[in-house]
């Protein structure tokens, strides 16, 4: 098993530009996660999905979007990328919420800067 | 407010020493923590869960209710055991982890 992975693992961007960072995983999670990394911070969740079709916010939405059509694709959008956004952005899945004790397994990250 | 609180950015130990990575949380009802730690140039991974009770690598740690702690501790610190360790709160609403800043061992020989 591959386990979560995420693509790519560096990008560089000028501001107002779009991307989408990818992460798949191979485990049949259905809960899965999108989070943050600023320097010197915690992790901080960006969306996060529990299960195919569907997602929601999570502490810090604005100026992303997800899409969950499969179980295993949980894609980020940055839209009109800014400063603010450069990060290290940390895709994470579950079988279950991690209220009940369960693992998250996370991908390598992608170090994402926006010039 | 659910949050967790790491106080050390550093701790730098000499091999054999003892260690102990303080966690500290707070959240209404009942807890389920966890110590994930990242090696350097790997991702994050999971090192242990309160409920399992269990010593991964020679590290335990005990959740304290009553001082809302988590702390993790090994009795003699090895080179590999250098690491960034975040301790995180299996509390938050989405069921995400909620969690603390980091804590950088440096374990010298």
């Known amino acids: 098993n591959a386990g979560v992975t995420q693509t790519p693992k560096f990008r560089i961007l000028k501001i107002g530009q779009s991307m989408t960072l990818q992460c798949t995983q191979d485990?049949?999670?259905?809960?899965m996660y999108w989070y943050r990394q600023d320097p010197g911070m915690g992790l901080k969740l960006i969306y996060y999905?529990?299960?195919?079709?569907?997602?929601d916010k999570g502490e810090v939405p604005n100026g992303y979007n997800v899409s969950r059509s499969t179980t295993e694709d949980f894609p980020l959008r940055l839209e009109l990328a800014a400063p603010s956004q450069t990060s290290v952005y940390f895709c994470?899945?579950?079988?279950?919420?991690?209220?009940?004790?369960?693992?998250?397994?996370f991908g390598p990250g992608t170090r994402l800067t926006v010039l | 407010a659910q949050r967790v609180t790491q106080p050390e950015k550093l701790l730098s130990v000499f091999k054999g020493a003892p260690v102990e990575l303080k966690c500290n949380y707070s959240?209404?009802?009942?807890?389920?923590l966890f110590w994930y730690v990242q090696y350097s140039r790997q991702r994050l991974q999971l090192l242990l869960r309160?409920?399992s009770r269990e010593s991964i690598k020679g590290f335990t740690a005990d959740l304290n209710k009553g001082e809302t702690s988590f702390h993790l501790k090994k009795p003699f610190a090895q080179e590999e055991d250098s690491a960034m360790y975040y301790c995180?709160?299996?509390?938050?609403?989405?069921?995400?982890?909620?969690f603390g800043k980091g804590t950088k061992l440096s374990v010298k020989p």
């Open positions: 994470a899945s579950s079988s279950t919420s991690g209220r009940t004790g369960n693992e998250q397994f």
């Open positions: 485990m049949n999670h259905n809960y």
């Open positions: 999905s529990v299960g195919a079709g569907i997602t």
């Open positions: 959240y209404s009802g009942s807890p389920e």
């Open positions: 309160h409920i």
């Open positions: 995180a709160l299996g509390g938050g609403s989405q069921g995400n982890l909620i």
